[in-house]
């Protein structure tokens, strides 16, 4: 007997970028998954921020938001407010860096890195998951503190265009930050031959 097999007509290198894109789907699947089971490290850094802009606002706002030009004495902290707030959301996106380095540290240190590497898995996949959930992350980090900010006296001025422009530039900042976690990690593996990074 024959066996007539019909073969699909594929573009050179589709099916391999989809099995990429499907293997770092999956890989954030799991990191979104830790977030929840594992909630310390993501309480730490989405509420950290939160803790550090209220500890600034109510503790040092009426004294330093005095001293600001052109603002009200009487008014001190409100001033203060519209002044640390830039600076809390860059100290939030920061530490998505940190949350991908201890991610990516701790499955190498438990081997989970190495179980990957017997697996038909891109490795490219597997720090794509880690850096895009540590995106979110910060992503919701960032917009619980502006929520905090607004409920204490934030009052930006910037309309819905300058919103778009600037969700945008924080949500590429959080993306390129959380890529620089991952050398981090590379360095405090012991071994080499585990890492999943090309540099390594």
Known sequence: MTTITAR?????GTGRQSHVIADAVTMLRRNLLHMVRYP???????VGPVVLLLFFVFVFGGTLGAGLPGADPAGGREA???YVMPGILLLTIAGSAGGTATTVSMDMAEGITARFRTMAISRAAVLAGHVLGNTIQAIIAVVLVLGVGLLIGFRPTAGPVEW?????????IAFAISWLGWPWACRRSRSRQQAICPSC
Do not use: D, K, M
């Not at 699909?8 to 050179?12: L, Y």
């Open 8 to 12: 699909r007509q594929t573009t050179p």
């Open 40 to 46: 310390g490290l993501s309480v730490f850094t989405i």
């Open 80 to 82: 203060y407010v519209a």
């Open 164 to 172: 778009c422009a600037a969700a945008g530039l924080l949500v590429f």
